[in-house]
């Protein structure tokens, strides 16, 4: 399968609160708006007075020099799994080590991939690159032209951002194409329709970009000319939530489908088919999105009812019909109530879904049969997460990635066509000492009587006696799942010293489906933040941890979280870390790519949705004298997405009301944090040396 297309196509007790109108007048009278100047001097200043404050007090800590080893030993080892990507009839993966901080995109054949050494090639150092232009490049992935699969358009982002530089690859030669197609830093996605042709989605000039940064008008750019030559194809409004981006589709049978998708709300907008002759919008569900096609039926996800399809299912639709512009859909995969659908993927022939039975991985693979589909289960590991790590539409071969929170993912193959069990190609070596590890699910129950499903993994023989130092996480967001995977570094620098993990499988997320998500979103959102308090209750309940010992973490969506429990709840923890996060609600949509996040949490403009963000907003909430745990605010000046401005006013806030924190603020990396290896292993050093601090007591 290939969709060619942008990823924002396909695409974290309760205290007193006071009156209404004094919340509303302190939120009005902001004294931080200052800080809102992103790359500002007066702001830098202050970021570097407060990481000059918050460095030394972890830094210093004897521990923290082992945890930054130990992390960047496990980010750098060179017995990781290279994870395949299938291009060009070879094994492409991007790679980073020791001697490549930044990394190399590099190959192999798919024979040598299986070996334990294979010979890999290098196409493309970003270290050599970014030294030749004076550059921070990060890679952000690869685009090529179906069925070729050989001319390639490289994203390059500069120190970690959103927006990239796109330049065109030849995999062939190992080079750029020299005079080929090199379309300057944007936040954008380009689509090939042929050799000479993209459909380009950009910042294009004054008023081609909405409110949230992202372009809503596609034009036509040929090989030679300049942008300023390219012709309109398509155009959104400003209005739009996201975006408005193309993409192209195609099979093993040689069918192909060039699709628009105008993203009017974050979670859906309308769907059009794009000809030579124009385009046309099809009739469906704004949450119904196309994500390959076989045979000549195009396989969509749905969040939607549509039709006789539940919300939840995958669905497919004859590629004639979408054609001539119709869409009646068949049932492709429908999961139970406690299922979901995590990931649908094609190969040459099949379908494979990914999908959870109580949040527990299961894989099925789907082949067209008449007018139907015949289905068969893959036989997988029980109480492991399972994931499409790649396929491709020239053959029926698959990699599976398969993890569990203690076993160590392995990459498996499969035959999509074949009968045959998945085969093991590769094993990651145990990265921590799990001797002695348990994990086991449990059930809290919300305030509403929802049961709510929680992981902790934690020693076997270790008291139940609440004396347990444990840090937990979610997301609760965006219709994401949060599911098991390799603990790795965190095994390493926390379990094996004696902590707990918990991993809470609160509402707001993808676990059980839209309706999962949707029961969280806008206005109910307050059952997200009672559920995650709920699996803390229910922890302290069985005696595994207590609020003394609890910390609690989480990054973007995941911070918002944390911060609305570091003021909701201040007494059910000691120690809260909020990484890269949404605080200021009442003028998130004003910050960065806020104004995207319409459809998940509401607007300001609509007086019932203003009246609950000011409620819950963790920067509009917090109060002078309460008994607040300190907190470890982590942020990056490079992060174009949500911002490193709600981190900075949140902490100048607790500095205002005399109140203790952390705030540390790095200058690359973007949202993800993932400028170099050297990055995520210092980020995860400091926020365990916090823990440490705060959950068990002084380094002895």
């Not at 109580?358 to 789907?366: H, I, T």
Request: with cysteine.
């Amino acid at each position: 399968m290939t969709v060619a297309t942008a990823s924002a196509l396909a695409i974290a007790a309760v205290v007193a609160i006071t009156p209404l109108v004094a919340q509303t007048t302190a939120m009005t009278d902001d004294p931080y708006i200052w800080l809102e100047d992103k790359d500002g001097a007066k702001p830098l200043a202050w970021v570097e007075a407060e990481n000059a404050r918050t460095l030394p007090r972890l830094q210093n800590d004897p521990r923290y020099a082992g945890f930054y080893a130990q992390a960047l030993a496990i980010a750098s080892a060179e017995d990781r799994i290279p994870m395949p990507d299938q291009r060009f009839g070879r094994i492409y993966n991007f790679w980073r080590d020791a001697q490549h901080p930044q990394g190399i995109w590099r190959w192999t054949s798919e024979a040598d991939y299986a070996a334990a050494q294979p010979r890999w090639t290098t196409a493309l150092d970003l270290d050599a690159l970014s030294k030749a232009e004076g550059k921070q490049w990060v890679w952000k992935g690869a685009n090529c032209l179906q069925p070729e699969d050989r001319y390639c358009l490289v994203n390059l982002s500069a120190g970690g951002e959103d927006a990239v530089t796109l330049r065109e690859f030849d995999l062939q030669t190992g080079q750029f194409v020299p005079g080929g197609f090199d379309l300057p830093t944007s936040k954008q996605g380009a689509a090939w329709l042929d050799r000479d042709t993209l459909l380009v989605s950009r910042d294009w000039g004054a008023g081609t970009l909405t409110a949230s940064s992202y372009p809503f008008v596609v034009k036509m750019v040929k090989r030679g000319q300049p942008l300023a030559a390219a012709t309109e194809v398509y155009r959104g409004e400003p209005g739009d939530q996201l975006g408005t981006y193309a993409g192209v589709m195609t099979d093993g049978a040689g069918h192909r489908l060039v699709l628009i998708g105008r993203r009017q709300q974050f979670f859906g907008g309308d769907t059009l088919v794009w000809t030579p002759k124009g385009t046309h919008k099809l009739d469906i569900p704004a949450r119904a999105h196309p994500v390959g096609m076989v045979a000549g039926r195009v396989i969509f996800e749905t969040s939607d009812p549509w039709g006789a399809i539940p919300a939840g299912a995958a669905a497919w639709v004859p590629l004639a019909e979408i054609e001539a512009g119709k869409a009646t859909p068949r049932p492709l995969f429908t999961p139970t109530p406690r299922q979901a659908v995590q990931e649908v993927a094609t190969t040459r022939d099949r379908v494979i879904v990914a999908y959870t039975d109580n949040v527990r991985g299961r894989v099925s693979v789907l082949a067209p049969a008449g007018d139907g589909w015949s289905t068969r289960a893959v036989p997988v590991a029980e109480n492991l997460a399972v994931g499409v790590a790649s396929t491709t539409d020239r053959s029926d071969l698959a990699y599976l990635g398969v993890t569990g929170f203690t076993t160590p993912t392995t990459l498996q193959s499969i035959d999509a066509g074949a009968t045959a069990a998945p085969r093991t190609v590769k094993s990651l070596p145990a990265k921590f000492d799990a001797t002695g590890q348990v994990v086991e699910q449990f059930e809290a129950t919300s305030t509403d009587g929802t049961r709510v499903p929680y992981f902790v993994v934690h020693r076997r023989d270790r008291p139940l006696d609440g004396t347990t130092p444990t840090i937990m996480t979610a997301y609760g967001g965006f219709e994401i799942s949060r599911l098991p995977s390799y603990l790795g570094s965190t095994g390493k620098l926390w379990l094996e010293n004696g902590g707990a993990f918990v991993l809470a499988n609160i509402r707001g997320g993808g676990e059980f489906g839209p309706a999962w998500h949707d029961a969280g979103r806008k206005t109910k959102r307050q059952v997200i933040y009672d559920d995650f308090a709920s699996v803390a209750r229910d922890l302290f309940a069985r005696k595994i941890t207590s609020a003394k010992k609890l910390g609690i973490y989480g990054g973007s969506n995941g911070g918002l979280l944390m911060g609305v429990e570091f003021n909701q709840h201040p007494e059910l923890w000691n120690a809260v870390a909020i990484g890269v996060p949404l605080l200021d609600m009442v003028r998130y949509e004003k910050i960065a790519a806020g104004a995207s996040w319409v459809d998940e949490y509401g607007s300001v403009t609509v007086p019932e949705e203003r009246a609950f963000l000011e409620k819950i907003s963790p920067y509009a909430n917090i109060r002078r004298g309460v008994a607040y745990p300190e907190p470890y605010i982590m942020t990056t000046t490079k992060d174009d997405r949500v911002g490193p401005q709600h981190a900075r006013k949140f902490a100048a806030r607790l500095k205002e009301y005399g109140l203790p924190y952390l705030f540390y603020e790095d200058t690359t990396g973007g949202h993800s944090g993932d400028a170099d290896i050297a990055q995520g292993a210092r980020l995860q050093a400091l926020q365990t040396t916090y823990f440490a601090q705060k959950l068990m007591g002084p380094a002895k």
